[in-house]
């Protein structure tokens, strides 16, 4: 008989177990859904919502992205954030709207860092170490994309070439 009351309490407390996760995820997800906390992300890491909290705090800033499609997105950073930071909100919230819009869908970060940078009032933001803040952004500042080849400088494929055309000539002959 110990043994069967013993079962019994296990499939209880499982039960009551599952029933406290699913109150727990209804609850958090009721919230989520409230007009008021729309810019949490939908699955919000420790730093995003620190970022939200100091947002209120007036200690961060929000940032409106202007997209070469006209469209436009708002990030929230830190005010000592620097462009790096910038470009890895835009990246980390592009990344999300895309997969709740389509799924799975891969970005070539790479390629759009070497064709486009951001701006804000025509000032290139190119240095990504510099603050955000030496370039004049701060709360509610919009940057946009601009299109942007980076040069290379003085690159190895030109330095080869040159050297394949003067390779057969000697000042002897």
Known sequence: MEAGAKEEENVVGYNSNNVKKAKLLSTLTALLDDPILADVPKKPTLSDVDTLISLELGSAMR????????????????????????????????????????GHRHISWRHVWSNFCLAHHNEKLLDDDAALQDFGVRNNSQVHFLPYVVSKGSGRHSKRRKHRFFHGLNKRS
């Open 63 to 102: 940032i409106s992205v202007l997209k070469l499609d006209g469209t436009s997105l708002d990030v929230a950073l830190m005010n000592s954030a620097t462009v790096k930071d910038l470009k890895l909100a835009i990246k980390n919230k592009v990344t999300e709207l895309e997969q709740s819009k389509m």
